[in-house]
């Protein structure tokens, strides 16, 4: 292998329900430009996974990423053929499942012998109330006592997605792993990164940082009319990064798709959700952000050079979710003159019944179209807002209630405005859905286990 040898990765999703015509120019990218190269996909939440396991209780045959068959069947056999490695979280709360469905899709694709490396070991529901399970710092006040748990997932890290490649796999499929191992993976792989070069394991972690979220490198997430333009979103190109050994990449993405990458579009993604730059804590590497250099090098090609590591923390970050209760939501429109009077004193009526009925939960009125995103009193208006009485806007109650039927009782009380409410009200739409919540745990890792399981599309 040269040190000049480019290995490009490229992403096509970047969460649950991301467009599913968006592998395919990256793929097509990928071939016309030769060379190895992988594709990794990212569609696992806290809530997705919470959500698939769910699923999982109810039928054992499901628990995977529901979009699965969509995502992939344009581009399996392609990647296959071309020697193009799949890695993908889209496993959820049942990777051997997600495989067996992928297996199948092969052979109908008429693809033989296609190797489906199946990473396990991120469920620890086991390990609840026993000592090596114990709560994040933040969460100290929280406690799992009483709590109907729903699904207790460690974040694992990239070394059994490198295992599986090494063990020759066409297709890896994880459940809860870091967003980056998905990158970080098939860097250690091609390039025999050892897992202590801490500078490049570094490297790698950023780099699937910048590509964890799909679009939102290119253009996605980003725009803001008149400030940060972004040509064709109805088109965006989804990511590609050109990686070096020595860890330095450019990110780009398909030539003749929309969307844009800039130094603005890769300094917003590095920086996301990162809480202290220079100790972004994964289970693979410390990674060092503030050294990082980003250098437009060409239309739509930005270069990141810099990322320093240093070891990893002793723990894996564990999510578990459990019951939440319930949430009532009732929603009605108010229009035209004096519109907002009227959905104040509609707010208003609702307000006083729930007080009147005693109900026995915690609730919110807004207004939307007035000061709903930054302001939950909907009898004031907010500061700096001016009165305005001609509009169209729309009263929301929102109730999280230990108990379906109090929700319901209390979404109900929108509906009834429709004829005791002001007047003109209308479009009501009203539902109790059960809430999923979560706190953030730590594992050691000598009570972790995680191993690779190889299936073939033959068996």
């Excluded at 459990?322 to 004193?345: K, T």
Aim: aromatic content about 6%; overall charge negative; charged content about 25%.
């Amino acid at each position: 292998m040269s040190s000049s040898e480019i290995f490009r990765l490229g992403c096509g999703s970047g969460f649950s329900g991301d467009r599913l015509d968006a592998p395919g120019p990256v793929v097509d990218a990928l071939i016309a430009a030769g060379g190895p190269a992988a594709m990794m996909f990212e569609t696992l939440g806290e809530r997705t996974l919470a959500l698939a396991q769910l699923a999982r209780d109810v039928d054992p045959n499901a628990g995977y990423e529901p979009d699965l068959e969509g995502l992939l069947s344009p581009i399996l056999a392609k990647c296959v053929r071309h020697k193009i490695p799949i890695i993908g979280n889209f496993g959820a709360a049942n990777p051997r499942a997600a495989a067996r469905l992928i297996a199948e899709m092969a052979r109908r694709d008429g693809l033989e012998a296609v190797r489906i490396g199946v990473v396990l070991g991120d469920d620890v529901r086991d390990l609840i109330g026993s000592g090596p399970l114990r709560m994040w710092e933040a969460d100290a006040g929280e406690s799992l006592d009483g709590k109907q748990v729903i699904a207790a997932n460690a974040y694992l890290g990239a070394g059994p997605i490198a295992d599986a490649l090494a063990r020759g796999c066409d297709i890896v499929v994880t459940g809860r792993v870091t967003d980056s191992a998905l990158a970080l993976g098939p860097l250690m792989h091609h390039f025999g990164w050892r897992a202590d070069d801490w500078d490049r394991i570094a490297a790698g972690v950023m780099i699937g940082h910048l590509l964890e979220c799909g679009s939102q490198v290119t253009g996605g997430y980003f725009a803001d009319p008149g400030f940060k333009d972004v040509p064709e979103p109805f088109d965006i190109g989804y990511p590609i990064a050109e990686v070096r050994s020595d860890g330095s990449a450019i990110i780009t993405k398909p030539t003749g798709t929309g969307g844009v990458v800039s130094a603005r579009t890769v300094t917003e993604q590095l920086l996301y959700e990162i809480h202290d730059p220079a100790r972004y804590l994964t289970p693979d590497v410390t990674l060092d952000l503030t050294g990082v250099r980003v250098r437009e090098d060409g239309p739509d090609r930005v270069q990141v050079t810099g990322a320093a590591g240093s070891p990893p923390p002793p723990d894996y970050k564990v999510t578990v979710s459990f019951r939440g209760g319930w949430l009532g939501e009732g929603e009605i429109s108010y229009a035209g003159p004096n519109a907002l009077a009227r959905a104040q004193a509609g707010a208003a009526i609702v307000v006083e019944r729930l007080k009147r009925m005693k109900i026995d939960c915690a609730w919110r009125t807004e207004i939307i179209g007035l000061a709903s995103v930054f302001d939950g009193d909907s009898g004031d208006l907010a500061p700096g807002v001016p009165e305005r009485l001609d509009g169209d806007y729309r009263l929301r109650l929102a109730v999280n209630a230990p108990e379906k039927d109090v929700a319901a009782r209390a979404a109900r009380e929108v509906l009834s405005l429709y004829c005791v409410g002001p007047a003109a009200g209308g479009g009501v739409r009203q539902r109790v859905t059960p809430r999923i919540s979560t706190v953030s745990c730590l594992v050691a890792r000598d009570a972790m286990a995680a191993s690779v399981e190889v299936m073939t599309s033959d068996a």
